[in-house]
C-alpha cells in the first residue's frame, strides 16, 4: 500500500515538472520567429522545422539549461533573424527601419506622381465619355 502511495506521489511530481517544463518551453516559444512561416512564432506555428525547435528548446530546458543559454545557442546557429524580436543592433537596423523606409519610399512616389499630374496641361487627360457615346 505505501509503495503504491509513493509511486502516485512520484508521478504526481513527474507530472507537475512536465507541466512546469512545458509552460516555460511555451514562454520561450513564443520568442522565436518560425524560420519558414517568419510571421508566427515557433509556438504557433506547425511547420516541421518549427516543431523541431520546439523540441530542441525542450530538450535544451530539460537539460538543465536556461531561457538565455537556448536563445544563445538559437541566435548562434540561426542568427538574430530567429529571435521574433531582435536586439537593435547594426546588423538588425534593416530589419527595425525597414518597414518605415518602405512607407518613405512610397509616400515619396505617390508625392512625385501627383506633383508630376498636376503639372500637365488639361488636354492631356482624356475627358469622360457622355451619356450614349462609346467609351473607346
Known amino acids: 500500500m505505501r509503495v503504491l502511495l509513493l509511486l502516485c506521489l512520484l ?28 510571421n508566427q512564432t515557433i509556438a504557433d506555428s506547425h511547420a ?29 546557429k540561426y542568427g538574430d533573424f530567429v529571435l521574433y524580436n531582435p536586439p537593435v543592433k547594426p546588423s538588425t537596423w534593416l530589419l527595425w527601419a525597414g518597414p518605415a523606409l518602405l512607407g518613405l519610399g512610397a509616400l515619396a512616389g505617390l508625392a512625385w506622381t501627383l506633383r508630376r499630374r498636376a503639372q500637365q496641361p488639361a488636354a492631356a487627360f482624356e475627358p469622360d465619355p457622355e451619356d450614349g457615346e462609346d467609351p473607346r
Not at 516555460?24 to 513564443?30: C, K
Not at 516541421?48 to 535544451?60: E, G, I, M, S
Not at 530546458?61 to 531561457?67: D, I, Q, R, V
Open 11 to 38: 508521478l504526481a511530481g513527474t507530472a507537475r515538472a512536465d507541466a512546469q517544463l512545458d509552460a516555460r518551453t511555451h514562454a520561450l516559444a513564443q520568442q522565436l520567429r518560425c524560420l519558414v512561416c517568419q
Open 48 to 76: 516541421p522545422l518549427a516543431v523541431d525547435l520546439k523540441n530542441r528548446v525542450r530538450d535544451q530546458l530539460a537539460a538543465g539549461k536556461s531561457e538565455a543559454q537556448v536563445i544563445e545557442d538559437l541566435t548562434a
